[in-house]
Nanobody, 125 residues
Framework: QVQLVESGGGLVQAGGSLRLSCAAS????????MGWYRQAPGKQRELVAA???????NYADSVKGRFTISRDNAKNTVYLQMNSLKPEDTAVYYC???????????????????WGQGTQVTVSS
């Protein structure tokens, strides 16, 4: 099992910055990648940014050049630095971690996802 605890959300004006943190504990040695998703009211949850255990990153087109994901392995923590925030960035942000684990059928593997509790980010215009 992997436990994720997020912090850092809040209210900010357009153009401002926030940094989200996600501290992982538990079976963290087996994590393949961690990332941030967000979900705005009435919309589906979407990937914002992710970072693999090897340090490779990917971003949603809508946040490229504004958001940066990073990790501190010593603290088992992933960060999302959000700059030049826009009202459309308003959402609940969820930390995610995933690893491979045993599937329901013997000998198979599947992806196991773990989620934080979510943190609200509100950007006012």
């Amino acid at each position: 099992q992997v436990q994720l605890v997020e912090s850092g959300g809040g209210l900010v004006q357009a153009g401002g910055s926030l940094r989200l943190s996600c501290a992982a504990s538990g079976s963290i040695f087996s994590i393949n990648a961690m990332g941030w998703y967000r979900q705005a009211p009435g919309k589906q949850r979407e990937l914002v940014a992710a970072i693999t255990s090897g340090g490779s990153t990917n971003y949603a087109d809508s946040v490229k050049g504004r958001f940066t994901i990073s990790r501190d392995n010593a603290k088992n923590t992933v960060y999302l630095q959000m700059n030049s925030l826009k009202p459309e960035d308003t959402a609940v942000y969820y930390c995610n971690a995933w690893r491979t684990c045993s599937g329901a059928v013997a000998g198979t593997i599947t992806r196991c996802d773990y989620w934080g509790q979510g943190t609200q980010v509100t950007v006012s215009s």
